[in-house]
């Protein structure tokens, strides 16, 4: 992919480009948590977005997209979101560094990647990151990892129009091989732990459905939390988020929200507790508590936060079931895209066979298994 994203540069622009890489992610567990400033325990992938940049003195920039075969030009000086074009990452992102008051002028950009669309990979947060890792570089603007995990995320609120937490960018920029973070979205800070599976192996069961009302229910959900909060701080005063209430609270909680916004609020209180649970049995090597951990994620995203569908659930509880098989659950903000399961090595093929005969016979799709590895985060290459 590298080579072929250097070569449409060369032949579109006739220049050398510098070349960045940017990684998608997975999310072991912590699902929906990043916007009350939990915890989340993501790790970034192999599979990955690759951007060409190079300056330009023509006072426009041009970009090039290998996965949509497009072309795009604008004027860095005047530019405005345009609504769902792939662009508005790259003008998105601008618009941060403008706002943040650095310089830069025209360049040409071509962009590629490898990431399945649609999957829940986060192919969006890797194209910001990488286009963050490019600029940086070309314009020599030392921006340091977390300066471009934050504008990724504001660029997306504000030019995709999704109001997105940090994991997904900051995983893209500070994933190290074979390594989740244990990453607390309030200081924006993570631990680094070792994601040694054993006998076991990660594979990502791809539902291939996208339901429609993805980004508006995510922007509602976020808006739920928000209101618990307000709600809640009548009796919590010291309050900031959902992440400053314990477990132990729950029964004073479901006192005080109403029947629509309790589950709501147990989800986000329970999977902090879930995700920090997790950790520690992944350092400890207790998989088949992880496993559990990651089935009762999924019942609690599916119950009582209602972003999982018909499908996702229908992988998952298939899985729990079939020999081998530590852990399975949505993964991502749902409605679609992938579960993420914990599969013994030896019944891998087993696994693919029976739940891939089940998912296409009931809905008649055949679903994608994508195996994972733990890449390295973003990077000049
Ligand atoms: C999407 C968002 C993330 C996070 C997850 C749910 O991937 O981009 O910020 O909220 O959903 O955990």
Redesign the pocket.
Known sequence: MKALVEKAFFDLFEQRPILSFAPGRI?LI??????QEGF?FPAAVEQGIWVAIQKNQLGKCRLYSLDFQEEFSFDPTAFSPKKGHWANYVMGFLAQLKQAGYEFQSFDMVIGGNIPVGA?L?SS?ALSVAIGTALSELFDLSLSKKSIALYSQKSEHLYAG?N?????PYASAFGVKGKALLLDCRTNTHEEIEADFGDYSLILVNSKVKHSLADSA?NQRRAACEESVRILLSEFPEIKTLRDIPVSQLEKVSQLLSAELFPKAKHVITEDDRTHRAAESLKSGRLEEFGTLLKESHQSLSEDFEVSCKELDFLAETSWKIPGVLGSRMM??GFGGCTINLVKNSEINHFQDILGEAYENEFDIQPEFIPVKIGQGARIV
């Open positions: 999310n912590g699902e929906h948590t990043d916007y989340v829940g986060s947060a999704v997105c937490g940090i994991m997904d995510y991502g903000g």
